[in-house]
């Protein structure tokens, strides 16, 4: 009998010390958020912690939350051109401690038109964090960003980039890695073509341009087996890095503007004979136009019979370029201010720009310029270039879509705005209670929406009559995005997800929805 | 547990005293639950600790030589806070009633053994603060608790005993659907919310009870 009641005792005793048992890893993770993203109708959210995507999709009254499982660790996301996909890098995780997984670096993309489907998770090995995409949406390149690869690893190679054809499933040849030539230096960025077919070789094909330091590597991405064609920029001097590149697939052509550059470089891909098995059937031949200077901003537009125009503003020679992309001719217009932002109007929609407007942001001029770009190609007509004096420097100018107005930004703490009308080249002043911390347009220009974290209130400018309005939000907020469908959708920076979703500019309180809660929603119910 | 131990010895040699027969009991304690399922684990790494006060009533139904059948009643309460992804704290209350019963076989008038059984409401509040904003929600749940015990007096007089009992089980609870939402500023009028649910908090578990004991 004493027995017995020592060892009630005794296992009572063991049983009161082995009561903590540990809790699963994943609970403990760090977590970063990252968005809100806006897609045509949705805004999504991607969870590092929670290893999924959150979709608000805000078309109806009613806003429908639905949630994607990615991989671990998501890193770097981007959305598609056309704003349907949403591609996201996760770097994956190395089981160490109990609870954890091995998996690798995946690039994952989701069509959000269809909420049915699960993502699409390519195998990239590498944890890249950066995404380029093609204009057309098939094909998309995950590349290391300047600052490399982290310190996670025993190797590291900077210049490996992953081709991932978006078109066929994941596969052993799909996505393709790969290292192109760096000489010392490693991408900055990656700009993919149109497609574009160079003469004599039948098909269209998607070409990258790799962006380095004193390089520009010319890459077939749609046979990325093939070896890269490197580019060397340096002239012995500084560095010259490439910086933007602007295509013309009708003639597939490419120009590139660099830092530190002499003039605007032309890459002209002709075909050649392939020299090996699997080589290129392509070279580029490249001339600099001639234009006399640097360029330190090109812009791009189509004219109404579809030909292709490139401005660039050359502040070294005092002038801006206008440049046939066909024939490569190009008309100077002589402006005395170092020019370094180009902006077209109308911008957006489906109206070729028939006006330029030419700011020097780092100068911190008190005037623009603005160009009739009708009839720009016949040398006959005078180049017909006006300027507008302002009251105070201009400090960032930011283009209304489908509009013919600008947003002039006189202050770095974005409180002394104006509104730029290039139909009537005048100006009106803007002011504001506060930084304009975030701020977007509504998807036909009608309105400006702006929002400080200081003030509890959403401002709206009507940009037709410069009429401003405000909606009283219960909440200071973080973010303001405007949707397709003119919804606006206001982030408040709530780890937990707290939105409050305005239907329109001219919405009344009563109309619009708070959403709270999406980024945890049914959290407790499943394990990462 | 040293100590538990020693209670445990003491009473165990203790010496003769006259045998027990009360009707009532009052019981006041405190106990500790595991909490281990996935719903509890994404929001703290605590136990729940807290405390719980009973009564009960001998129903001499003498269904068996040294067994007594006691219907009880109970009021728990108790609390765990902890963390979620590092970045974000969380704090768990509860408080719940019972009902049920308890079967107590007498081993020696100084030690006895029981099984009990009980059922009850529970009502769990979760709480989470992050980046500034604090968000809360509450919930009634039902609780079913089963556990064995142990009790060892100190005292026992026909009137009047005293001891401790130890108890040792399991409590299965439903979970309960929480969405948690900021508070408002009820001096203004707000927006009507739409509040994402973050699932249902299941806090279900094995406990340890140690409770006073007094019957009379």
Same mark, same amino acid.
């Given at each position: ?15 009161a ?6 809790r ?8 970063s958020?990252l ?9 999504a ?21 639905t ?12 959305p598609?051109h056309d704003r349907?996909?949403?591609f ?9 401690h109990h609870?954890?997984?091995?998996q ?9 038109n ?9 195998t990239?090995?590498s944890?890249?964090?950066?995404i ?15 600052a490399?690869?982290d ?9 490996e980039?992953?081709v991932i ?20 230096s ?5 700009? $993919? ?17 790799i ?13 990325p087996?093939?070896?890269e ?9 500084a560095?010259v890095i490439?910086?933007e590149?602007?295509?013309a697939?009708n ?8 830092d ?10 002709q ?11 392509y ?5 600099e ?6 360029p ?8 109404a019979?579809?030909k ?47 006006k330029?407007?030419?700011?020097s942001?780092?100068?911190?001029m ?6 009739? $770009? ?9 180049a017909?270039i006006r ?8 400090r ?11 947003m ?10 104006g ?10 002043p803007?002011?504001?209670?506060g930084k ?12 400006l929406i ?7 209130r959403?401002?709206f400018?009507?940009?037709d009559n410069?009429?401003p ?5 219960d909440?200071?907020? =973080? ?9 606006i959708?206001?982030?408040h ?15 009344s ?20 | ?8 010895l003491?009473s165990? &040699? ?14 006041f ?5 595991a ?6 684990? &994404?929001v ?20 068996y ?16 806070e902890?963390?979620l ?6 704090e768990?209350?509860s ?7 308890r079967?107590r076989y ?23 603060v ?7 929600d ?20 026909p009137?009047?005993?005293?001891? =401790?009992r ?12 929480l ?6 500023d ?7 919310a739409?509040?994402a ?18 019957? =009379?």
């Open positions: 009998m004493r027995l017995l009641y020592l060892a009630c005792a005794l296992s009572l005793s063991t049983t010390c082995a009561w903590n048992d540990e699963p890893i994943v609970w403990e993770r760090q977590r958020v968005g809100p993203i806006s897609l045509k109708t949705q805004i959210y991607v969870d590092s912690a929670l290893d999924r995507v959150t979709l608000l999709d805000l078309e109806n009254d009613t806003p429908r939350i949630t994607k499982n990615i991989g671990r660790n998501a890193m770097h996301v981007v598609s349907h996909q949403l996201v890098i996760t770097r994956g995780e190395e089981a160490i609870g954890q997984i091995d690798e670096a995946m690039f994952w993309a989701l069509d959000t269809n909420m049915q489907a699960d993502a699409i998770a390519y990239i090995g944890p890249f964090d950066r380029a995409v093609a204009p057309d949406n098939t094909i998309a390149i995950a590349y290391f960003s300047a490399g690869p310190a996670q690893g025993f190797f590291r190679n900077p210049n980039l992953a054809d978006l078109t066929r499933p994941p596969g052993d040849d799909n996505p393709v890695l790969k290292t192109i030539r760096s000489f010392g490693v991408p900055e960025g990656i700009s $993919l073509s149109p497609p574009m077919i160079v003469p004599g070789t039948g098909t269209a094909r998607t070409f990258g341009f962006l380095s330091a004193n390089n520009l590597t010319v890459l077939d991405v749609s046979n087996t093939r070896r064609i490197s580019i060397r920029l340096d002239l012995g001097g560095p490439p910086r590149v602007v295509f697939p003639t597939a052509s490419a120009y590139v503007r660099s530190n550059a002499r003039d605007v470089l032309q890459v002209l891909l075909s050649a004979p392939a020299t090996m098995d699997n080589g290129n059937d070279r580029p031949q490249l001339a136009l001639g234009a006399g200077g640097g330190t901003d090109i812009a791009v537009y189509d004219d019979t579809g292709r125009y490139i401005l660039a503003a050359t502040p070294n020679t005092s002038e801006v370029v206008v440049i046939d992309a066909d024939t490569a001719q190009f008309r100077s217009v002589p402006v005395s201010d170092p020019i370094d932002r180009i902006l077209l109007f109308p911008t957006g929609g489906t109206e070729p720009p028939h330029a407007l030419f700011a942001i780092g100068a911190k008190k005037r623009v310029h603005v160009l009739d $770009l009708e009839h720009i190609n016949d040398p006959l007509t005078q017909s300027r507008i004096d302002l009251d105070q420097a201009i960032d100018v930011v283009p209304v879509p489908e509009r013919e107005l600008a002039l930004v006189h202050d770095d703490n974005r409180t002394v705005l509104l730029l009308d290039m139909e009537t080249e005048s100006t009106s803007l002011l504001g209670v304009l911390d975030s701020y977007d347009f509504s998807p036909d220009g009608s309105y702006g929002a400080t974290p200081n003030v509890s959403v401002g400018v009507a940009l410069l009429h309005t405000d909606f009283r939000l909440d200071a907020p =973080f973010r303001v995005l405007s949707t397709a469908n003119a919804k959708f206001v982030d920076g709530d780890p937990l997800g707290h939105a409050t979703i305005i239907p329109s500019p001219s919405a309180r009563e109309e619009a929805t708070v959403l709270a809660g999406f980024l945890t929603i049914n959290l407790l119910d499943s394990e990462p | 547990m040293r100590t538990l131990l020693a209670l445990a003491m165990i &040699a203790g010496t003769a005293a006259p045998a027990f027969a009360g009707n009532h009991e009052i019981t304690g405190s106990h500790n639950r909490l281990r399922t996935s719903s509890a684990n &994404a703290t790494n605590d136990t729940l600790g807290g405390g719980h006060l009973g009564v009960a009533r001998h129903l001499r139904l003498d269904l030589t040294r067994l007594e059948v006691w219907a009880t009643g109970g009021f728990n309460w108790g609390g765990a902890g963390t992804f590092q970045s974000m704290t969380t768990i209350d408080y719940g009633f019972t009902l049920g019963g079967a007498t081993l020696h008038r100084l030690l006895h053994v029981s099984a009990r059984v009980d059922v009850g409401p529970a009502h769990q509040s979760l709480t989470i992050g980046n500034g904003h604090t968000v809360s509450a919930a009634w749940a039902g609780t079913a608790t089963a556990a064995i015990g142990v009790d060892l007096m100190l005292l026992a007089f009137r009047f005993s005293l001891g =401790f130890f108890d040792l089980g399991y409590v299965a609870a439903t979970g309960a659907s969405s948690p939402r900021q508070e408002g009820s001096s203004k009028i707000e927006l009507d739409m509040q649910s973050i699932g249902k908090l299941d806090l279900g578990g094995r406990f340890l009870a140690f409770s006073v004991l007094s019957q =009379f």
